[in-house]
């Protein structure tokens, strides 16, 4: 009888390029219409290179490039383990910048945008819409959300 093969376990795919294969797959997103940006996000490798990816997005269509033209209107940077966090949904963009995990050169406005694109966290069903000003002001008033 031959000797039972070894197998070894299949490499993990890396979340960050399998976060932005599936943004670039997705294309278009309705919470980005009227919107447009484009970014730069960095994550710095083993050694001195530094991974980037470049988001363009154009009235909700969303494009991902590894090579960019121009100066984009935010650089987005943060470490591999804030990044993998970050697109899994296990890390709020939000909470990275206030835990300086996170920086923004250029547009917060981009940046804030790009938050869109990201998972909700473990276990949650899809994105969250965004929440419209007049929602936040209605909740601000006192009035929770109820039309009057």
Known sequence: MPPAATRSAPPTADPINQFFADLAAFGH???LE???????FEVPGNGPRTDRWYITVRDGDVSVSR?????PDATIALQRPAAE?????RLNAQAAILRGLLTCEGSMAACMMFQRCLPGPPG???RV??????????WHDGTKGRRT
């Open 29 to 31: 997103f309705a919470t």
């Open 129 to 138: 819409p965004p929440i419209s000003s007049a929602t936040v002001m209605s």
């Open 85 to 89: 966090a970050l697109v899994t949904g």
């Open 67 to 71: 090579q960019g033209n121009g100066t």
């Open 124 to 126: 949650s069903e899809g």
């Open 34 to 40: 009227r919107e447009s940006a484009t970014l730069r």
